[in-house]
C-alpha cells in the first residue's frame, strides 16, 4: 500500500514539473517569437533540442514507474 502511494505521489510530481517546464518553455518561445529584435530561427534552433530531451526524459520517467508499479502488483 505505502509502495503505491509513494508511486502516485512521484508520478503526479513529475507530471506537475513536465506541465511548468512546458509551459514555460512555450512561453518563452512566444515571447521570443513576438519580439521583432529576435531571429526566430535562432529560436527554434535553442528549444528544440531541449524539448525533445525534456519531454522525452519525463514521458521515460513516468513510463518506468507506471511499468515498475505493474510488477509489483503482480
Known sequence: MQKNNLSIWVTMTVTITLCIVVIGMVGTMMAGM??????????F??????FQTIIG????????IK???DSNDE
Open 34 to 43: 513576438f519580439d521583432a529584435d529576435v531571429s526566430n530561427d535562432k529560436i
Open 45 to 50: 534552433e535553442a528549444i528544440t533540442p531541449a
Open 57 to 64: 526524459g519525463f514521458i521515460g520517467l513516468i513510463t518506468g
Open 67 to 69: 511499468l515498475g508499479q
